[in-house]
T-cell receptor, first 114, second 113 residues
Framework: DSGVTQTPKHLITATGQRVTLRCSPR?????VYWYQQSLDQGLQFLIQ???????AKGNILERFSAQQFPDLHSELNLSSLELGDSALYFC?????????????FGPGTRLLVL | AQSVTQLDSHVSVSEGTPVLLRCNYS??????LFWYVQHPNKGLQLLLK??????LVKGINGFEAEFKKSETSFHLTKPSAHMSDAAEYFC???????????FGAGTRLTVKP
């Protein structure tokens, strides 16, 4: 158990809909990362937050957005969902968000768009 | 921009034999390199990381990796495979100079009894 929690574990929705994925980092970690893992694109870094502020952006679509709240939990919002958004979404956390730091991954949220 | 190539999508070994998972990278800076393992239906777990200290890095569960700048490689090895090592392994490169991390496509390790 990494100490990072993600809810829900599974999500089934329809095209065009909007969903919110939630992540709680390990106690004491200030930085949160979001990743998408799909069969065709592999593991992709989406976005990173540090202490409530966006720190880095990867291959995140404009239809997707995220935020980190004062209690340090984070939410990833996916809107106008398409079939290709079906994937496993991971959240990770680290202490300070430095690129040399170990990231601790949550168990993931499996999203299926029908 | 940095990139990483895992040279084998699937490696199969017998229990008790050595494991070699190959990773090559490209980077404009002195990169940080990581190996993560993902067991079925689980999140990723760090095995080991290189951050410009010793070039031979020891990780958990008997794994180690050697950073070879001249070959731009960071191969993962283990002297003797165990059944519990069966999983997907990801090589990751991170440039401290920019805010991006790149994952390899992954290598699926199968361990036969």
């Amino acid at each position: 158990d990494s100490g990072v929690t993600q809810t829900p574990k599974h999500l089934i929705t329809a095209t065009g809909q909007r969903v919110t994925l939630r992540c709680s980092p390990r106690s004491g970690d200030l930085s949160v990362y979001w990743y998408q893992q799909s069969l065709d694109q592999g593991l992709q870094f989406l976005i990173q937050y540090y202490n409530g502020e966006e720190r880095a952006k990867g291959n995140i679509l404009e239809r997707f957005s995220a935020q980190q709240f004062p209690d340090l939990h984070s939410e990833l919002n996916l809107s106008s969902l398409e079939l290709g958004d079906s994937a496993l979404y991971f959240c990770a956390s680290s202490v300070d968000g430095g690129r040399e730091e170990t990231q601790y991954f949550g168990p993931g949220t499996r999203l299926l768009v029908l | 921009a940095q990139s990483v190539t895992q040279l084998d999508s699937h490696v199969s070994v017998s229990e008790g034999t050595p494991v070699l998972l190959r990773c090559n990278y490209s980077s404009s800076y002195s990169p940080s390199l990581f190996w993560y393992v993902q067991h079925p239906n689980k999140g990723l777990q760090l095995l080991l990381k290189y951050t410009s200290a010793a070039t031979l890095v020891k990780g958990i569960n008997g794994f180690e990796a050697e950073f070879k700048k001249s070959e731009t490689s960071f191969h993962l090895t283990k002297p003797s495979a165990h059944m519990s090592d069966a999983a997907e392994y990801f090589c990751v490169v991170s440039d401290p100079g920019n805010n991006d991390m790149r994952f390899g496509a992954g290598t699926r390790l199968t361990v036969k009894p």
